[in-house]
């Protein structure tokens, strides 16, 4: 079967109109078997709210009245059919009951079960509205087949399961129908529920391309592909017709919003195109992410990762001995943390770790640097961002280094990347230096 899996982000399934548009691409579009959703646009923000801040009853009842508010509006758009009505309403009672357990703010698995439910309320809606179209769908639960490990919060799949399980249920009913899943969500080896971190419904689409052997996996949401920057930064962002996986890897990586950083993984494994475009404008094109493009320029797009922090950590016991480095880094593997900049002296480390707010990071990076304060003096610098030029042969071209760093040649570098990738060139810079660096830098590299 030349299955194509797709995946609608928040946006694209925020209301009835936007799901309605979705809908008759899937309509146009008869190799699409598996649909992969979000939570509706807002409703995730509510669930993380719900999940890490302190609120009364009457609180958590007005945030939960906010969520029916957004699911009821398409509810009663659709005419609010009996059924799906108490199918939405089942869901809304439990999320109630979760959302007031008095252990929800110290139990990461009770806040998994509570994020869950954006998408499984979404995916139940738009199954809907594809069946009024006239698609033979169904909705699936994706926890029958996206099996994690107990890392709540940032889950990591098992593949072997995912394939075994994805043959099982999932392959013997796409002959005939159009399954509605959730991403994001999966489920350990004791069925209690785990999530795939922020923005995981990418990773979710992926997953399922790779064990179902499709073709080719498409990720809709609000823009129109990939772009050499983010839009919202400089309007002269322009869209990219094609990316190879490794620079998609690296953009994603480095805090392109549009793709998760897992999703290019599965891709990669199994050679599977993956498609990216605008739901509302979908006869604009997008970016197609392929193993090899026609073209390899230097210079491909511009990224910036905010909520950086740097730590130094520093002992005169670390000149001329050995072990320190091995010792620093045992600890951060530990507490399974990524480092992307790195830099030594004779008596100091410094090294970057994302940290973003109510994030497993923030978490780790609390656990680590304590452990690290035990043997050594650590010193935590934050408010940075992580800006990232992307393209090929950077290492090795002439001319590539020196005009990117004559375009920030009035800004204070805090930490330099370079050489170990031929990909990537990433600064640390200051938070309020970063708009107007990503600026100067698209300026320099793709508007002259």
Request: glycine residues 6%; aromatic residues 6%; contains cysteine.
């Amino acid at each position: 079967m030349n299955i194509n899996i797709a995946k609608f982000g928040g946006t694209s399934v925020a209301d009835l109109d936007a799901m309605q548009h979705c809908a008759r691409i899937i309509a146009a579009t008869p190799e699409t078997r598996v649909i992969v959703v979000s939570a509706s646009a807002g409703v995730t923000n509510h669930l993380v709210a719900l999940a890490n801040t302190l609120l009364s009853k009457e609180q958590i009842s007005d945030v939960i009245e906010q969520i029916r508010h957004i699911e009821y509006g398409i509810l009663a758009s659709l005419g609010n059919p009996k059924e799906l009505q108490e199918k939405l309403d089942s869901l809304l009672a439990a999320l109630h009951e979760t959302a007031m357990h008095e252990e929800l703010l110290h139990r990461d698995d009770l806040k998994d079960s509570l994020l869950s439910f954006g998408e499984r309320m979404s995916s139940l809606l738009f199954t809907e509205v594809l069946c009024r179209l006239g698609v033979n769908a169904e909705n699936f639960d994706i926890r029958n087949v996206l099996k994690t490990d107990s890392t709540f919060g940032e889950a990591i799949p098992n593949l072997d399961s995912i394939k075994q399980l994805s043959e099982q249920f999932l392959l013997p009913e796409l002959t005939s129908k159009v399954l509605v899943t959730q991403g994001f969500v999966g489920s350990d080896e004791q069925g209690r529920t785990t999530t795939l971190g922020r923005g995981g419904s990418d990773f979710t689409a992926a997953l399922l391309a790779e064990a179902l052997s499709a073709k080719s996996c498409e990720i809709w949401t609000d823009v129109v592909g990939v772009y050499t920057t983010d839009p919202r930064i400089t309007k002269a962002a322009r869209p990219l017709p094609e990316l190879s996986f490794e620079e998609a890897a690296e953009m994603a990586n480095f805090g392109a919003k549009v793709l998760h950083p897992a999703t290019m993984e599965p891709a990669l494994r199994k050679n599977i195109n993956v498609f990216v475009g605008s739901s509302r404008e979908p006869e604009k094109g997008g970016t197609w992410i392929v193993r090899d493009c026609e073209n390899e320029p230097p210079y491909r797009a511009i990224t910036r990762r905010k909520q950086q922090v740097m730590v130094t950590v520093k002992t005169p016991k670390m000149m001329h001995a050995q072990g320190f480095l091995q010792q620093v880094f045992t600890i951060i593997a530990k507490h399974s943390l990524s480092v992307d900049l790195v830099t030594t002296s004779e008596i100091a480390v410094s090294f970057t770790l994302d940290n973003p707010a109510n994030s497993v990071a923030e978490k780790l990076n609390r656990e680590t640097l304590q452990e690290l304060g035990e043997f050594c003096e650590v010193v935590i610098e934050e408010n940075y961002d992580l800006v990232t030029v992307v393209g090929n042969n950077m290492h090795s071209a002439a001319g590539v280094s020196s005009k990117i760093f004559s375009s920030v040649r009035d800004y204070n570098l805090r930490m330099i990347c370079y050489g170990a990738n031929p990909h990537n060139m990433s600064f640390l810079v200051h938070q309020d230096d970063s708009t107007e660096i990503v600026k100067e830098l698209h300026r320099c590299l793709f508007e002259v």
